[in-house]
């Protein structure tokens, strides 16, 4: 019995095409320990997963968990999941197709392990543990290197019907003319308004002569430029960072303004690392946007929320997925 007890961690991984994060979560689901490493794609498929591997024996070794308490490992991917088979059918960024991760991941760490899209953890978070608590029917949008959402509605995660509903960064804002999106198609949301859009407007300006302290910021490497790098600059009241961000915030308004006009949610609620980085400075900007373009627009009728959890809304929602397969794992013990 007391095996059975001692096996109530989890662990959560926020899997992400430029990043890895993995948390250890207690009985209570509180957050002991966190690690980060780079995820390295062109590493192929094992080295990705060896990085995994890594991040969470160093996360359990910070919080001095053995592997022995850990009842299930979750992982948020960036893509198409197959969650009752632990497929990933497609990853664009990390270059998947059709891969059994969480048997490889199982392999690798020797605990069960439950995969989520990295959206929909997020929005779960969100639900559970930040702005969405109280509410009913809420979206979120998480602005980071991409751009994804999460609906719920009636208190449940709205998946669509083949599990693919939130693709709000392909939602096209620029008809005419608009910026190639990594989709194919032309001026969708992402394309103007994720951090790599503004990164590579950002660049292909300073490349062209234009004078910014992004240049010192990041010493002249252009690969090095993250959203923290942008928020010092924005602060610093660089013109060129500030034009850019600035327009991506009023896009994102647009975007929130098309959902709240089909969807009318509680609120519409934004995270990701370009809102930890610069969520207080974009929030007044990206209100007024949206309600310019809300049918009927007043504060009463939604409210536009930063979601209260950092960068940390995709480890949370992945330790509730490996929570989830737990839970589940038991009824199936027990009936």
């Known amino acids: 019995m007391s095996h059975g007890k001692q096996k109530q961690h989890v662990v959560g991984v926020d899997l992400g095409g430029t990043k890895i994060l993995a948390a250890v979560f207690d009985g209570n689901f509180r957050v002991l320990s966190r690690e980060k490493k780079n995820t390295r794609p062109e590493l192929g498929v094992d080295g990705v997963i060896g990085r995994v591997a890594e991040c969470v024996n160093e996360a359990l070794a910070a919080a001095a968990v053995p592997h022995a308490a850990i009842a299930a490992i979750g992982i948020g991917i960036p893509g198409m999941?197959?969650?009752?088979?632990?497929?990933?059918?497609?990853?664009?960024?990390?270059?998947?197709?059709?891969?059994?991760?969480?048997?490889?991941?199982?392999?690798?760490?020797?605990?069960?392990?439950a995969l989520i899209n990295d959206v929909q953890a997020g929005t779960l978070a969100v639900k559970h543990q930040g702005a969405g608590r109280k509410l009913q029917n809420f979206v979120c949008m998480f602005i980071g290197t991409g751009i994804g959402g999460g609906i719920v509605l009636n208190s449940e995660l709205y998946r669509g019907s083949s599990g693919m509903s939130g693709e709000i960064g392909?939602?096209?804002?620029?008809?005419?003319?608009?910026?190639?999106?990594?989709?194919?198609?032309?001026?969708?949301?992402?394309?103007?308004?994720?951090?790599?859009?503004?990164?590579?407007r950002v660049v292909a300006a300073i490349e062209k002569g234009r004078k910014s302290v992004v240049s010192d910021l990041c010493d002249g490497d252009m690969t090095r430029v993250r959203s923290r790098?942008?928020?010092?600059?924005?602060?610093?009241?660089?013109?060129?960072?500030?034009?850019?961000?600035?327009?991506?915030?009023?896009?994102?308004?647009?975007?929130?303004?098309?959902?709240?006009?089909?969807?009318?949610?509680?609120?519409?609620?934004?995270g990701g690392g370009l809102m930890q980085a610069l969520g207080e400075k974009l929030l007044p900007r990206i209100r007024k946007s949206a309600m310019a373009h809300v049918i009927g627009a007043n504060p009463e009728r939604v409210k536009i929320l930063d979601s209260g959890l950092g960068d940390d809304a995709g480890i949370i929602g992945a330790g509730l997925a490996a929570r989830a397969k737990v839970a589940t794992a038991k009824e199936r013990f027990f009936r």
């Open 170 to 200: 392909h939602m096209v804002v620029v008809p005419e003319d608009g910026p190639k999106c990594g989709c194919g198609n032309r001026g969708c949301l992402e394309s103007v308004a994720s951090r790599s859009a503004i990164v590579r």
């Open 81 to 113: 999941v197959d969650r009752e088979r632990g497929l990933v059918r497609i990853a664009p960024n990390l270059n998947w197709h059709e891969l059994p991760l969480a048997r490889l991941a199982e392999r690798r760490l020797h605990f069960p392990a």
């Open 229 to 270: 790098i942008l928020a010092e600059a924005y602060r610093e009241g660089d013109k060129l960072v500030r034009r850019i961000v600035d327009e991506a915030a009023d896009y994102i308004g647009i975007g929130a303004a098309n959902l709240i006009n089909i969807l009318n949610p509680q609120a519409v609620i934004l």
